[in-house]
């Protein structure tokens, strides 16, 4: 293998209104300030944009996007999955939002073939530790690896790893910050479970993180380094983040995989190497919620960068622009994968320079 491509997606929401029109449903009481039952977060999608089936097909959520990544053929298929997947536990106390599916709608996982899911993030703790080990349970037991939450804090520091063949694997590890909502109490320790937590995004931590890595890494390894945190909403990315990820490059990582935010954030090649400081929501029940609509957040986006199996550094990266329609994804309209164009390559430097899109609809990175 001299090419390694990944599919990389930012927050997957397979639970609340999105479990509810799936074949094996949850309760649908919520505790929520504004909604109680989930099944009204399908009745705002229905009502912006029209019928959707109930109970639908496990890879209804997914829609096109399954097509086209088997088109594009990914080796590796990583996301952030923000769900705990379990029908056990009591609602997390301290937080107004819950998601999580149950464990009998796990096909809308698997149906993506995903290999790796990064579970470091605000709600994967959402009915506590007895929800975070059925998610743990379920994911193992569907063969998908996982990184960023576990039993203890050995299992929840450690990495993903993805056979890549010849002896080598994709490392994966996740790591969760304050700033993306997640609580210090659900840090795991020695003795309990919960997830990788940094107290701080900083230079000290990125050098603890990237002294782990290099512990485990083998020398023909590739290391992703997936991260939630930031804000849900803007495109500023904190000094701070960039200092990290660069921390984390020059230490011998080859891709950094931000996530946290509703809607994509800039890109960054760095010593020829990926930084996605933010990619986006990929699925959720979003659809029919009003307001900050300056960011097009049904647009949404699968990343596709396709590195040296040698030596990591990114050969090109392309991105095939979605949107949220009727709780499914489909294609983007070629206005709609314009505007992300431009606006992933307009925010200056040191990120992306622009982005073109080609005649196969998707985003391609300028490299100079």
Known sequence: MSDLTLFLGGDVMTGRGVDAILPAPGPPELRERAVHDARDYVDLARTANGPIPCPAPPAWPWGEALALLDELGPDVRVVNLETAVTARGAHAPAKAIHYRMHPGNLACLTVARLDACALANNHVLDFGPLGLTDTLDALSGAGIATAGAGRDAASAGGPARVPLGQGRDLLVWSVAAPSAGVLPSWAATASAPGVAYLPEISVASADALAGRITAVAGPGDRV??????????????????????HRLIDAGVDVVHGHSSHHPRPVEVYRDRLVLYGCGDLIDDYEGIGG????????????????????GALRRLRAAPVRMRRMRLERAAPDEARWLAELLGGFGPPFAPGFTVTLDGLLALRRH
């Not at 049904?298 to 030596?311: G, H, K």
């Open 224 to 245: 992703l380094v997936s991260v939630h945190w930031g804000t849900n909403w803007g495109y500023d990315v904190p000094p701070g983040h960039v200092d990290f990820a």
């Open 292 to 311: 900050r609509q300056e960011y097009r957040p049904r647009l949404r986006l699968l990343w596709l960068p396709t590195l040296d199996a040698t030596t």
